[in-house]
């Protein structure tokens, strides 16, 4: 079966960093681009990186560029996100999708939980 599983969220003071990392299973995925959203109560789901199959290319949300930096190991299955410069405003529910056009796939983790305060 297809898992994602994210790890690394926690509780960090503004300007702090952590990495969260992603171990996927179940699928091919070195086939697969790979996204972290982001999702807060009241808000909508966001797009906060994402990476091509081989990680020629990134890209980043406005608000997360410059401290973020979305990676992979294809030879351990895993996605990372380092989080860097770290704001209140990063609060959320990080998670991993895994997403393919064709053949199609789209695969969602549980999410792990990211609180930036002082």
């Known amino acids: 079966q297809v898992q994602l599983v994210e790890s690394g969220g926690g509780l960090v003071q503004p300007g702090g960093s952590l990495r969260l990392s992603c171990a996927a299973s179940g699928f091919t995925f070195s086939s697969s681009a790979m996204n972290w959203y982001r999702q807060a109560p009241g808000k909508e789901r966001e797009l906060v990186a994402g990476?091509?199959?081989?990680?020629?290319?990134?890209n980043y949300a406005d608000s997360v560029k410059g401290r973020f930096t979305i990676s992979r190991d294809n030879a351990k299955n895993t996605l990372y996100l380092q989080m860097n410069s770290l704001k209140p405003e990063d609060t959320g529910v990080y998670i991993c999708?895994?997403?393919?056009?064709?053949?199609?796939?789209?695969?969602w983790g549980q999410g792990t939980q990211v609180t930036v305060s002082s």
């Open positions: 990476i091509t199959s081989v990680g020629r290319t990134t």
């Open positions: 999708n895994a997403f393919r056009l064709w053949p199609r796939h789209d695969y």
